[in-house]
C-alpha cells in the first residue's frame, strides 16, 4: 500500500481549516472541534446554536459538491478496506474522542495553538496510536 504525496492540497486543505477556527473563534467564540460541533448540532443548546453548526457542517459536507462543479468530477477517493473495518475505524475514533474529550481538530489545531496542556497529551496521544497502527496494518499483518 503505497500513500499519495500531495502537498499542496495538503497545504491548501490545512490553510482552510485553520481559517475555519479562526473565523469561528473570532466571530463566535467557538472552538472549531468537529465532533464538539456535530454533537451540538444533535442536541443543540438553543436554535442560535444549532444555526452555525448546521452551517459549518454543510459547509464541511459540501465540498466535494465544490470540486465537482469546478472540475466535471468528484475527487478520487480510495479506501482499501472493508465497510467492516471502516465501521470498527469509526467507533473506535468514537471511543477515542469520548476518552480524549474532543477530536484532533479541536486539540490540534485549536487546543495547540492556545498552549492547551490537555491538548497537546491528547495530540501526542493521537499521533502515537496513528504511528502504532500504521506499522502493525503495513508491517505486521500486510495490509
Given at each position: 500500500m503505497e500513500t499519495a504525496f500531495t502537498p499542496w492540497q495538503s497545504l491548501g486543505g490545512?490553510?482552510?481549516i485553520g481559517l475555519a477556527a479562526v473565523l469561528l473563534m473570532g466571530l463566535h467564540g467557538r472552538i472549531f472541534g468537529a465532533t464538539g460541533i456535530l454533537?451540538?448540532?444533535?442536541?443543540?443548546?438553543s436554535k442560535s446554536d444549532f444555526s452555525w453548526r448546521a452551517v459549518l457542517l454543510l459547509g464541511m459536507?459540501?465540498?466535494p459538491l465544490l470540486v465537482l462543479a469546478i472540475s466535471?468530477?468528484?475527487?478520487?477517493?480510495?479506501?482499501?478496506?472493508?465497510?467492516?473495518m471502516l465501521v470498527l475505524g469509526g467507533l473506535l475514533v468514537g471511543v477515542g474522542v469520548t476518552f480524549s474529550a474532543g477530536c484532533t481538530s479541536g486539540h490540534g489545531v485549536c487546543g495547540l495553538a492556545r498552549l492547551s496542556p490537555r491538548s497537546l497529551a491528547s495530540v501526542l496521544t493521537f499521533m502515537a496510536a496513528t504511528a502504532v497502527t500504521v506499522y502493525i496494518i503495513r508491517h505486521v499483518i500486510g495490509g
Open positions: 490545512g490553510a482552510l454533537t451540538g448540532l444533535i442536541a443543540p443548546a459536507v459540501s465540498g466535471g468530477s468528484f475527487p478520487a477517493v480510495d479506501v482499501p478496506v472493508s465497510n467492516l
